[in-house]
């Protein structure tokens, strides 16, 4: 059985790169401040300077980029491990190995270690210039449950919600830093994505002048748990147990609606020509699996 988890959205403008002295001081006076939260997400990108968009011209994505294990990483890792928190520190720019600059969300957990980090699938072309990343990552949180990353313009496609429900994840944390008018798209989607996949969903913007906030949590069901009602600073909490997210799929969105229980032993599979692939009854259902934490640090 799934424990409570205390969360944090942090509705945030982006914050100086450069400037890890600062950050570190103002979350360690939100973790005083609440000190039951486990969980602190930020939106994406939010240690950058701030500017128009992600990928937008001028955006120094070349300058700020850097290995994903360097200075900033260990920095970020004693940090969360000196709080006590997991925590999802928005997005970096992340210079692979392959030289390439990806958008990338590294997640921390209470024990001073990055446990995994995932790579933004679907830049926002043609206004983002990042590489595209090419793996689905979830991770395993203590014992509250399993968690889902994408970032920002990845809600937009379904199939990375659905990917991220199928590998068995309980809560999807989407940080974005979204500062067009298109926030109200992204606010139907999180709840569609939600809905669709029996998940929790966390939309985390930045607020302004990056970005026109309206952060909020969903439930599996579909119904918004809290939610910022426009561009201020602000911090989202809650306690939400994961363990919801299996009782709908359960019994039915509304008591009723059970999509991952749709098909039957021998039903046919349906093709899908856009994938070159197919809906398998065999594997049409969500299971635990095996977690991503191939970047694990020791």
């Known amino acids: 059985m799934a424990s409570p988890l205390p969360l944090a959205l942090v509705q945030a403008p982006a914050h100086p790169s450069a400037d890890l002295d600062s950050f570190a001081a103002s979350l360690e006076q939100l973790a005083r401040r609440r000190p039951a939260v486990r969980l602190y997400v930020y939106p994406e990108l939010h240690l950058a300077e701030p500017h128009p968009g ?4 001028g955006t ?31 997005t970096v720019y992340e210079r692979g190995a392959d030289g390439r600059v990806y958008n990338t969300a590294p997640v921390y957990s209470p024990a001073g270690r990055r446990v995994t980090s995932y790579r933004k699938i679907c830049p926002w072309r043609p206004y983002e210039t990042t590489a595209p990343g090419t793996e689905f990552v979830v991770f395993d949180m203590d014992d509250h449950g399993r968690i889902g990353l994408s970032i920002c313009y990845d809600a937009w496609f379904p199939e990375i919600a659905r990917n991220l429900a199928w590998l068995g994840a309980d809560l999807i944390v989407n940080p974005v830093q979204t500062p067009t008018s298109d ?21 985390v913007n930045a607020a302004g002048p990056t970005g026109v906030g309206r952060s909020l949590l969903v439930d599996p069901e579909g119904r918004v748990r809290t939610q910022a009602p426009g561009a201020e600073d602000c911090v989202l909490t809650d306690v939400i147990d994961l363990g919801d997210s299996a009782r709908v799929r359960r019994y039915g ?19 899908l020509p856009l994938y070159s692939g197919r809906i398998d009854p065999r594997t049409w259902s969500t299971g635990p699996g095996p977690a991503r934490s191939g970047t694990e640090e020791d």
């Open 183 to 203: 926030r109200e798209q992204e606010v139907v989607l999180a709840r569609a994505n939600a809905i669709a996949n029996q998940v929790f969903v966390a939309s």
């Open 60 to 90: 120094p994505c070349e300058e700020l980029a850097e290995p994903l294990d360097g200075a900033r990483d260990r920095r970020l890792a004693a940090l969360a491990g000196d709080l006590g928190i997991w925590l999802v520190p928005g």
């Open 54 to 57: 992600p990928g937008a011209p």
């Open 253 to 271: 969105t509304a008591g009723l609606s059970r999509p991952w229980e749709q098909f039957r032993p021998g039903d046919a599979p349906l093709e």
